[in-house]
């Protein structure tokens, strides 16, 4: 059986400020606003320099956005998978339901979430560098 990884996480916030002033105090994490985007990376980990992918294993970075709209209602994982086209006509022959379609992020890959059969939001990741 192929097996599929949690690679990414994203925490909305009201208040993005105050979210991250409230990470960074807990747990020491670096946030920093994504250039050109409403978006911040959430680093929990070190990274590799050229390719910004964790060093450590099965250690994930993540993201914050202002709370907004039904992909971000809550937090939310991200599953990195081969196909995001593929992966949605699967879920959605299971019971689970497209909530955005594949979007691309700059030049790194592809996004796209989707609500489980338990009314979950999950997300997917398709990274450029498999294309």
């Known amino acids: 059986m192929h097996h599929t990884r949690v690679v990414h ?3 909305p916030a009201d208040n993005v400020e105050r979210a991250k002033t409230f990470y960074k105090q807990v747990f ?3 946030i920093s606003q994504y250039p050109g985007m409403e978006y911040h990376m959430v680093n ?4 590799d320099q050229k390719t910004q992918m964790p ?3 099965g250690a994930i970075n993540g993201g914050m ?3 907004n709209n039904d992909t971000n209602k809550t937090t939310v994982i991200t599953v ?3 196909d995001i086209d593929a992966a949605l006509k699967s879920i959605e022959k299971l019971g689970g339901k497209t909530v955005q379609k594949k979007q691309p992020v700059a030049d790194m890959g592809f996004t796209a979430y ?3 059969t338990e009314g979950n939001v ?3 990741w398709q990274s450029a560098r498999r294309m």
């Open 9 to 11: 996480f994203e925490i």
């Open 28 to 30: 020491g994490w670096d």
């Open 44 to 47: 929990t980990t070190e990274v």
């Open 55 to 57: 060093t450590k294993p």
């Open 65 to 67: 956005a202002k709370r």
């Open 80 to 82: 990195d998978v081969p």
């Open 114 to 116: 989707f609500k489980d």
């Open 122 to 124: 999950v997300g997917l």
